[in-house]
Structure formats: C-alpha cells, structure tokens
C-alpha cells in the first residue's frame, strides 16, 4: 500500500521560501511520475507542478513558474517542492501525488496515491 507523508509546511510572510518534502513508502518510488497540487479554502484543487518517474522532465502551472522547482531523490523515495519568493495567493494546502501517465499529469484523477496534505500559509 502507498503512502505519501509530506512536510515542510507553515507560516511565512511574503517573499519569503519554504521547502515541501514527501516521503513515499510502498511501492517503487523511482518508478512513478510524481506531482504537486495545492487547494486553498473555498477552491478546487489545483495542479502545481509534475516530474517525470527519471527527474528529466518537469512540468509548471503558470501560477508556479520561475518561483517553484520540483526535485526527486530517488534514493531517499522523496519528492521535494521549493518554493521562493511565496505570495499571500500561494497560500494552500499543498497535497504530494503519485501515478500520473502519458500527458495527463495536470489532471488530479491521473493520480493513483495521494499524501495527506500540509498547509501552507504566506501572511501579507
């Protein structure tokens, strides 16, 4: 059975960076494409940012693009999310997934596992 444990999650003010992390456990963790979601109260989930099972390939919302990166230690079964120069409208709470193929790694229900969430708040 998959689990995914994020963490890294809290508050910070605006500008500032935070690391998101997501342990996986269960099943070969290099094997799977990984993503990042993030859903904000009273909105539906939204996608973030996706790496290919290898790292080679990343895929960014625009809302993440040129302030977010994605990262995987496939050693460690770990999946990261930096996240710099955070906005009072990142604030979420951020969800680690596993599973999507082909060209559906926008698509929250191309995900097979999904971790339990951690929030995020970034104060004005």
């Known amino acids: 059975q998959v689990q995914l444990v994020e963490s890294g999650g809290g508050l910070v003010q605006a500008g500032g960076s935070l690391r998101l992390s997501c342990a996986a456990s269960?099943?070969?963790?290099?094997?799977?494409?990984m993503g990042w979601f993030r859903q904000a109260p009273g909105k539906e989930r939204e996608f973030v940012v996706a790496i290919s099972w290898s790292g080679r390939n990343t895929y960014y919302a625009d809302s993440g693009k040129g302030r977010f990166t994605i990262s995987r230690d496939n050693a460690k079964n770990t999946l990261y999310l930096q996240m710099n120069s955070l906005k009072p409208e990142d604030t979420a709470v951020y969800y680690c997934a596993s599973g999507w193929t082909g060209v559906n790694y926008y698509k929250w229900e191309a995900y097979d596992a999904w971790g339990q969430g951690t929030q995020v708040t970034v104060a004005a």
């Open positions: 269960g099943r070969t963790f290099s094997n799977y494409n």
